[in-house]
């Protein structure tokens, strides 16, 4: 077979693109040379060059040169810039017509990478030709410089790249921020200790450049997104080897998760709601609803039984609360999602809902892959704010019933341990230890919270058979049906003859919540209420909302129950704050000083604990295993790394 190519005209092309580059970059004011690794390093910068010996590695990570005195040959693209009647383009043509022939260029390139990307030392020719043909890859003898230690994040996570390249050899993934290699290791269910076979990196790099291949295009149009960014929401999203051969749901898929790697990429926080906010109909309005009445189609999707779950019990309560204040408006059916979410997401929409609450964070995934396939259903999620645009996310700040059960608890406290019993170590869940105790603080300056986790083999077995426990603070609960039931009660005191008496519980009412999110779309408010266009979006109410509340006992003193109605109403009135305060950490760092107010994402992620609180944050690793996949998907640490003691 004769090539026809002329290797002459080649170099005349890849020229006119260097000259482009070159003129793009100058008009806008950017470098418009490869960039020089030596000017990058200072003397304090690196640490130390190790040899890995001959790769293949990614043509888009050679980024620059080694020495200065090569940049002004190349645009910052590795296309040529000098005439073509310079000894640069007659050895530029050679090589070309080398890479046409039947042998093609054989001899690697040398290079040094540093941080992850390369720059050549020898072998710049041959990344022009090839990169200008086309070439995804290139052989290098690749030399690695160690950048320092530091905690800045780029460090820390070139640090994790470090060992997920012992593992798999690859340089193809890049991230700069650190956890998401654990994260994309946990996506494709590998092991974060098992080195890669070579066939396992053969079927993880043909899936990677195939959908790389479908996206190109969108994703340059997404800085400072990369496809790295995205493979790891789409790996989030759906399963890892999943038998799709269809290129245009592939492709729709992709660009439908385009956002959620945006937000990745610059970890935008997610637009929060912190109080219902309902749109006034005009009197159009309502006569055009008249007219066009129709009942909104609603599906509930449950985790787990309701009969058999306190926390799906609460929201199929709110859920009946729904029908009986909606009842002329919207229809609803009850899914259980079993051991496949999918279809029940699939069922909901095959049935015609037109808005899917899933209520539990262990449903995200499905969530958000209905969500894509179907974006003319409005798809919540009973999470803590999450940054996927293509569903909403809901919560309540039941910190604030904390406070108040904490001020109760010190309030009533004669001595003894108070224990205050976590479930999982996810947002928002430090916030309310330290309401509760901020609220102690309050009334009993002196006492002091254990906390331990249900979460943890053995915690709460061993705070049972301690002796010197008087009170135990647990799980929020719906409204206590049966008040004379002290199980029923979320915290209680332990009496001298071994009897339980019920204090007070935090409560949900997730109906209001429901009625409030329904009305927003019948009433128009739903589109108004996010105002920032393909950003993440959730609720987040409090007592003020009437979606959480503190449930009294009536065995309490009259003076401790007049307490607790008074900062009831502070708390729903606004006027009082559980975190206007000093406060400090338990290693006695301040964290706010007084009259700073927290933003609500500060408090969603806060990952310390306050002076007066023994015990610490465990990480995910060390939960049982039926606590884990809750844990990682909300987890405070990215890294597993535990909080301060």
Not at 39 to 57: D, F
Request: glycine share 8%; proline share 5%.
């Amino acid at each position: 077979m004769i090539n026809d190519t002329d290797p002459y005209s080649e170099y005349l092309s890849a020229l006119r693109q260097g000259q482009k580059y070159y003129r793009t970059c100058v008009a806008k004011g950017t470098y418009p040379y490869p960039r020089v690794l030596s000017e990058m390093t200072g003397e304090n910068s690196a640490s130390g060059q190790i040899k890995l010996g001959t790769l293949e590695i990614p043509m888009e990570r050679i980024v620059g040169t080694l020495a200065e005195g090569r940049k002004a040959a190349f645009a910052g693209n590795f296309m040529p810039l000098l005439p073509v009647n310079s000894e640069f383009a007659s050895k530029w043509i050679s090589l070309c017509s080398a890479h046409l022939s039947p042998k093609g260029i054989v001899e690697p390139i040398t290079c040094i990478e540093y941080m992850g990307c390369f720059y050549v030392q020898e072998g710049h020719k041959r990344v022009s030709v090839l990169r200008y043909f086309g070439a995804p890859t290139v052989r290098a003898r690749v030399y690695r410089l160690l950048p320092r230690w530091s905690e800045e994040p780029e460090v820390r996570a070139y640090a994790e790249f470090l060992q997920f390249f012992r593992l798999t050899r690859m340089y193809q993934v890049l991230y700069t921020k650190p956890g998401r290699y654990q994260r994309l290791l946990k996506a494709l269910g590998a092991s974060e200790d098992q080195i890669w076979t070579d066939e396992q990196r053969s079927v993880f790099l043909a899936f990677f450049w195939k959908m790389q291949a479908l996206c190109r295009d969108e994703i340059t149009q997404w800085a400072p997104a990369t496809f790295s960014d995205l493979l790891l929401v789409y790996l989030e999203a759906y399963p890892y080897g999943e038998a799709e051969q269809d290129r245009d749901e592939l492709h729709r898929r992709l660009t439908a998760l385009l956002p959620d790697a945006r937000m990745l990429a610059e970890r935008e926080a997610p637009e929060v709601s912190t109080e219902p906010q309902i749109q006034e109909k005009s009197i159009l309005g309502h006569w055009l609803e008249e007219l066009t009445h129709s009942m909104l189609k609603i599906a509930f999707i449950y985790a787990s039984d309701p009969v058999r779950s306190i926390w799906s019990r609460s929201h199929d309560l709110g859920r009946e609360y729904l029908e009986s204040a909606l009842s002329d408006r919207v229809s609803i059916r009850t899914y259980r999602a079993g051991t496949d979410a999918d279809e029940a997401f699939a069922q909901a929409v095959g049935d015609g809902a037109q808005m899917i609450f899933a209520t539990a964070p262990t449903l995200l995934g499905a969530a958000r892959r209905a969500a894509a396939a179907h974006p003319q259903v409005r798809v919540l999620v009973c999470s803590l704010s999450v940054p996927y645009t293509g569903i909403r996310t809901y919560y309540s700040r039941i910190h604030e019933a904390k406070f108040i059960i904490g001020a109760l608890a010190g309030s009533v406290w004669r001595g003894g341990d108070i224990s205050y019993v976590a479930r999982y170590p996810i947002l928002g869940v430090p916030a309310a230890v330290n309401a509760f105790a901020l609220g102690l603080r309050m009334t009993a300056p002196d006492a002091r919270v254990r906390l331990v986790w249900s979460s943890v083999e053995g915690e709460v077995q061993a705070l049972l058979n301690d002796r010197n426990v008087r009170i135990i603070s647990g799980y929020e609960t719906s409204a206590v049906e049966n008040p004379d039931d002290f199980s029923g009660w979320s915290t209680v005191i332990l009496q001298n003859d071994g009897r339980f008496l019920p204090l007070a519980s935090a409560c949900w009412n997730w109906g209001k919540m429901y009625e409030q999110l329904v009305l927003s779309v019948t009433d128009g408010g739903w589109d108004a209420a996010n105002r920032s266009a393909g950003n993440a979006f959730g609720y987040w109410w409090g007592m003020d909302s009437g979606v959480i509340d503190v449930q009294l006992s009536e065995q309490l003193p009259p003076g401790t129950a007049q307490l607790g109605r008074i900062l009831k109403q502070g708390l729903s009135s606004g006027e009082t704050d559980p975190f206007a305060a000093v406060l400090r950490d338990q290693r006695g760092n301040v964290r706010a000083p007084k009259g700073e107010c927290f933003e609500p994402e500060e408090l969603m992620r806060m990952d310390w604990l306050l002076e007066n609180v023994d015990g610490r944050i465990p990480a995910v690793s060390e939960l049982m295993s039926v606590s884990r996949e809750t844990a990682r998907l909300l987890t405070l640490h990215p890294e597993e790394g535990a909080a301060e003691e």
